[in-house]
């Protein structure tokens, strides 16, 4: 990759902040996030990580990303999962085995409905989208 | 097809009996005669802490926080807010605050964490450089090189008022400027991400989180300083923060965001990972620069500080991971957005990693000046198994035991400090009554003397005298002599020891001894422990009404110390017992107790 | 054990000769010697102080005095028992005696078989699922003195 220069990272961080904005990349407006920090994955991310992806592969949805992250600091529920769609609040779910994950492809993302007994609150704001 | 709105009822053990249950059926009910079943669902959720203010309810996706609901609120909730759009603001936490934000649908009206130090964590992929460039990164390193001095960094850092994370809480920005002052020539910036305290994770969980939020920090600091060469000492027990440090190494060099002339200015910087192999005495300072030098990791006294001569004797900065997640967001939004937030001499936010004896353990971040009350209650979600709460206690090895008259004293280096315990790294541990805290002192005297590394004798042979004071007490061999000596025994390594480690190691007994005196004294005059934990003062008792005889204990005790024959209650012999606790976790019918 | 002495890798010669160089290089190069074998055999901390030029004393007086370097080859399976406070304060030293008890070797010792070894680690950062136990990087939960037979089990079953 070439070394960027002062204009290249701007350039950069404005096109993937609208592609943020829009929650929109390569036309997959919904997004499945999981945790997969150490606890995460002890506690069973990779479990869950595969079963939403054999759910999506299973229903045929092909405009959802499953992307990973960090720990979102709900180890008392760890596995979690975040759902962000059109049409639905963004939802954090926490202990999400195979069986939840499913559920979540099931329930959630096709169905519109949460899902009983899972859902975390949001630890906080976000100090870079909310000052 | 959505829904239009959604009720969320916590469902917590605490909202539950609170009569969650029945605000559920209500709502399902009126909302069914108000015709919105097919507008509005109806949600059971995981405890949402605030487990006092139960039962709570949240309405998505405006995020309004209704507490202390009952079945008779519900209807007015339907009426107001899922029609008419109007916020009952009698039910809100904070009335005040509801009227505020009832407009913002991202905000939830009412949150006790305030994320800065965690602000990627759970929210970008750690190892995609660009999900961090989008949230504002590398934002702060283009502004320090293209449009500060090094003098206007450091001015910046010493206004901000921030303090080390890693325990001591020196000001990062007076650190910075005694480097800084150092004639030019080789200087070099260290992390110290070797997170030793049993119990905290903090570090750990925002290097895997958040990698280049630290590679960011550390080449602002570089600049300030003066220095071109940085090291990440990181523990070699975290395999996956390892992992993604050197993704996001790689990815930076890649991009010019380190190396040479970075981004085109004069700029070059370069970070190196150093590997530490479980020695906990390398959080001090010193000890950590002999590690990193290949050495055996034993502190030298100081001054010379580090910051005049430091790694292979040059001047040289070390900051723990806490402390440099907090920079490329002070110099993005500034020193004053940064000093509004704490208290008035402990600035900013501090994480804590919450565990023992509270519900929901977790990472969390809060603004300096919380109270443990709000941390362990209102996100802790209070005492697992309905326990009471017995002690807090932060710092680890070198901290103390916090008792519950302390339970609404602001959290500040300051106020930690005045009621015996340090801020510490940031684990916080929670204990109930059936945690012993003679046990828990001589737990992190066990520690510590493992840990010293035999430098200094007040280190070396107090830490062991004080260990074996606490054993012959916890053992039912203790005399009321015995506190004088602990005390005088704490007093000596206070003073007189060469590091950190050693100065502290006796804070877990200072403490203790400080307000757990009668748990002392019942070991050492009555041979009882009250927790029910130091196992030579206690013995194991089948109360012969309550036993039916089930021959279960029997069956699970290893040494065969439980007689007794089908359908007649049982019997201990206590001659054999060895109070493993295996009967107590199978009796099924509560016949067995600690005596 | 095997009395086979151990003899360096080329890709472990390789890496020595790469930090032959850097200033501060012993603890990293350790590392990677552990990472090979599973521990520091004598050999090859003998041949690493020559190729480094670093006393043997030296080479010893920092595996020694760092908990992470063994100078015992583990059991094919190393039972790690967390001991950090939120795992102790919920049983974590009950979990490790009932491993001894059943396995019959105390904490870094190695079962007979070469198949298990115990040891106690501080604070894996799983403390929202205390108390924890790592066997070759599996984590274990909510561990109860009645799920280590099961756990055994197993790896027992694995062989």
């Not at chain 2, 206004?159 to 002052?181: E, H, N, V, Y």
């Not at chain 2, 305290?197 to 550390?218: K, N, Q, V, W």
């Not at chain 3, 901390?45 to 020694?64: D, F, M, N, R």
Request: glycine share 10%; hydrophobic share 40%; charged share 25%.
């Amino acid at each position: 990759m070439a070394k960027l220069t002062l204009e290249d990272l701007r350039k950069m961080r404005e096109e993937k902040q609208k592609a943020m904005d829009m929650r929109d990349s390569a036309n997959k407006n919904i997004q499945v996030i999981v945790g997969m920090g150490t606890c995460g994955i002890a506690a069973g991310a990779k479990d869950a990580f595969s079963a939403l992806i054999d759910a999506i592969n299973e229903k045929g949805l092909t405009n959802v990303l499953i992307r990973q992250t960090g720990c979102m600091g709900l180890c008392h529920s760890e596995p979690t999962v975040e759902v962000i769609m059109p049409e639905m609040p963004a939802i954090i779910y926490g202990n999400v085995d195979a069986a939840t994950a499913k559920e979540i492809v099931e329930k959630h993302i096709v169905g519109h409905q949460l899902i009983d007994n899972k859902i975390c609150d949001r630890p906080s704001i976000d100090i870079i989208t909310n000052g | 097809m959505a829904f239009e709105s959604y009720v969320l009822v916590c469902g917590g053990t605490a909202c539950v009996s609170g009569g969650g249950d029945s605000v559920v059926e209500t709502f399902k009910k009126e909302l069914e005669a108000a015709g919105l079943a097919e507008k509005v669902q109806v949600v059971v959720t995981g405890c949402l802490g605030f487990c006092e203010q139960g039962p709570l309810v949240k309405i998505l996706p405006q995020g309004t926080f209704y507490v202390q609901v009952k079945a008779e609120d519900v209807k007015e909730i339907v009426a107001e807010h899922l029609i008419k759009g109007r916020v009952v603001s009698r039910l809100c936490y904070d009335p005040d605050q509801a009227k505020k934000l009832v407009a913002d649908a991202n905000i939830p009206f009412y949150q006790k964490q305030y994320r800065v130090v965690l602000r990627n964590c759970g929210v970008i992929d750690p190892e995609k450089i660009e999900d961090y460039i989008a949230r504002d990164g590398y934002k702060a390193l283009e502004k320090v090189l293209f449009e500060m001095t090094p003098e206007q960094v450091v001015e910046e850092m010493l206004k901000s008022g921030l303090r080390g994370r890693g325990g001591a809480g020196f000001p990062t920005g007076m650190k910075w400027k005694f480097a800084q002052q150092q004639p030019k020539g080789q200087k070099y910036m260290v992390c110290n991400a070797d997170e030793g305290d049993p119990g905290a994770y903090m570090d750990r969980s925002t290097l895997e989180g958040d990698p280049h939020s630290i590679l960011e920090a550390m080449t602002i600091a570089g600049f300030a300083i003066g220095a071109s060469k940085g090291y990440i000492y990181i523990r070699a027990e975290y395999p996956l923060a390892i992992q993604r440090l050197e993704i996001a190494i790689k990815q930076a060099r890649d991009l010019g965001l380190l190396g040479e002339k970075i981004l085109g200015s004069d700029f070059d910087f370069d970070i190196e990972l150093r590997f530490g192999a479980g020695a906990f005495v390398c959080g001090e300072e010193t000890a950590l620069l002999q590690s990193i030098e290949g050495n055996r990791g034993m502190p030298k006294p100081r001054p010379p500080f580090p910051a005049v001569k430091g790694l292979w004797g040059r001047p040289t900065v070390i900051n723990n991971v806490e402390t440099l997640a907090n920079i490329p967001v002070i110099i993005n939004k500034g020193a004053e957005w940064f000093s509004k937030i704490g208290t008035e001499t402990s600035k900013g936010t501090k994480v804590f990693a919450l565990t023992g004896k509270v519900n929901n353990s977790g990472l969390i971040e809060v603004p300096m000046g919380t109270t443990l009350r709000e941390i362990i209650f209102d996100i802790g979600g209070g005492i697992r198994g309905g326990h009471e709460f017995k002690a807090a206690q932060t710092g680890g090895p070198s901290g103390g035991i916090i008792p519950p008259q302390f339970l609404d004293t602001p959290i500040d280096y300051e106020n930690l400090a005045k009621i015996g315990s340090i801020m510490g790294s940031g684990g916080l541990i929670v204990m109930d009554e059936t945690d012993c805290v003679v046990d828990i002192a001589k737990f992190y005297l066990d520690f510590t003397v493992d840990e010293s590394c035999g430098k200094c004798s007040p280190c070396r042979i107090g830490g062991r005298k004080l260990l074996n004071y606490l054993n012959k007490i916890t053992d039912g061999r203790g005399v009321e002599d015995d506190i004088k000596q602990l005390e005088a025994i704490s007093d000596a390594m206070c003073k007189a020891s060469l590091c950190g480690l050693g100065q502290t190691a006796a804070n877990p007994v200072k403490s203790t001894l400080r307000y757990f005196m009668d748990e002392y004294m019942a070991h050492i005059k009555d041979k009882k422990c009250p927790a029910g934990k130091c196992t030579k003062l206690i013995s194991y008792v089948i109360e012969a009404e309550k036993c039916k005889g089930c021959t279960l204990c029997a069956r699970k005790c290893p040494v065969n110390a439980i007689t007794g024959t089908v359908k007649n209650p049982h019997v201990i012999d206590q001659s054999k017992c060895i109070k493993c606790g295996q009967c107590i976790a199978s009796c099924k019918f509560g016949a067995i107790s600690v005596k | 054990m095997s009395n086979n002495l151990e003899t360096m890798t080329p890709e472990l010669r390789a890496f020595v000769e790469e930090w032959k160089a850097k200033p501060g290089n012993l603890i990293m190069v350790l590392h990677r010697v552990q990472q090979t074998y599973g521990y520091i055999p004598r050999e090859i901390a003998i041949e690493t102080s020559e190729i480094l030029g670093v006393p043997l004393a030296k080479v010893y007086g920092v595996i020694t005095f760092y908990n992470f370097f063994r100078l015992q080859k583990a059991g094919k399976y190393n039972i790690q028992v967390c001991l950090g406070t939120a795992c102790y304060l919920r049983g974590g030293d009950d979990i490790i005696k009932e491993f001894e008890r059943q396995l019959g070797v105390g904490v870094n010792a190695t079962t007979s078989d070469g198949l298990f070894s115990i040891e106690a680690v501080r604070c894996i950062g799983c403390c929202g699922l205390a108390p924890a136990v790592v066997i070759n990087g599996e984590v274990h939960g909510k561990v109860v003195t009645g799920d280590v037979t099961r756990i055994l089990n197993i790896y027992r079953e694995r062989g």
